[in-house]
């Protein structure tokens, strides 16, 4: 079964620190990976997307991802981390066309 | 394109009432997701409406139902409302089928009381 998995569940970071979220997920065929953001109260926001092509993928507000088949991983990362930055990560894996699974969440808090 | 949009963004009802909330994807997109969003449980899968018709649906009780209309706005209904149904309900927008992106909406912060 298709399931995605964020271990860290609060991850605190300084400002200017770099910051890496982990992703894993688990799916039989290549995936289609996403990373949303949701600041308390609203929806998700897309952060960036994998669908196929460079593993490295570039998103908005400086932050990327690394691909890894073979670790069945999909990592979130920001070389400097911005106080605006603090609110809730979600990693998702698009399978059969149709269906997403998203993880649990991780939670950021930046310390000025 | 505007986005994704939700009415009501807040609601307050109380037990054994019912609820209908509304989407409107964003243009073009005919694929229509509900989601409930808890603390405890995170994101869950309500069902998804694609051209009118329900494609996928999670596991949820028959109390949570949907609809899509003709022009691709949605509606979710929930009857007999329960204290667990408080939620934040999310929708989401896609275009096409197989390989797309999700939009999501603000949300519909449901509290029963």
């Known amino acids: 079964a298709q399931s995605v998995t964020q271990p860290d569940i609060h991850i605190t970071v300084s400002e200017g620190a770099s910051l890496e979220l982990r992703c894993n997920y688990s799916?039989?065929?290549?995936?289609?990976l996403f990373w949303y953001v949701q600041s308390p109260g609203q929806g998700l926001q897309l952060l960036l997307k994998?669908?196929?092509?460079?593993?490295l993928v570039q998103g908005i507000k400086g932050f990327e991802a690394e691909f890894k088949r073979s670790q069945s991983s999909f990592n979130l990362r920001k070389p400097s981390v911005h106080w605006s930055d603090a609110a809730e990560y979600f990693c998702a894996v698009g399978a059969n066309g149709n269906q997403f699974y998203f993880g649990t969440g991780t939670s950021l808090t930046v310390i000025p | 394109k505007a986005g994704v949009t939700q009415t009501p963004r807040y609601l307050i009802k109380t037990r054994g009432q019912q609820v209908t909330l509304s989407c409107s994807p964003i243009s073009g997109h005919r694929s229509v997701s509900w989601y409930q969003q808890t603390p405890g449980q995170g994101l869950q899968f309500l069902f998804e409406y694609f051209s009118e018709t329900q494609r996928n649906k999670g596991n949820f009780p028959g109390r949570f139902s949907g609809r899509q209309f003709s022009n691709s706005r949605s509606e979710m209904n929930v009857s007999t409302l329960e204290l667990g149904d408080s939620a934040l309900y999310l929708c989401?927008?896609?275009?096409?089928?197989?390989?797309?992106?999700?939009?999501f909406g603000p949300g519909t912060r449901l509290t029963v009381l």
């Open positions: 989401a927008s896609r275009g096409l089928a197989g390989a797309d992106t999700q939009y």
């Open positions: 994998y669908f196929s092509g460079d593993t």
């Open positions: 799916y039989g065929a290549t995936p289609y």
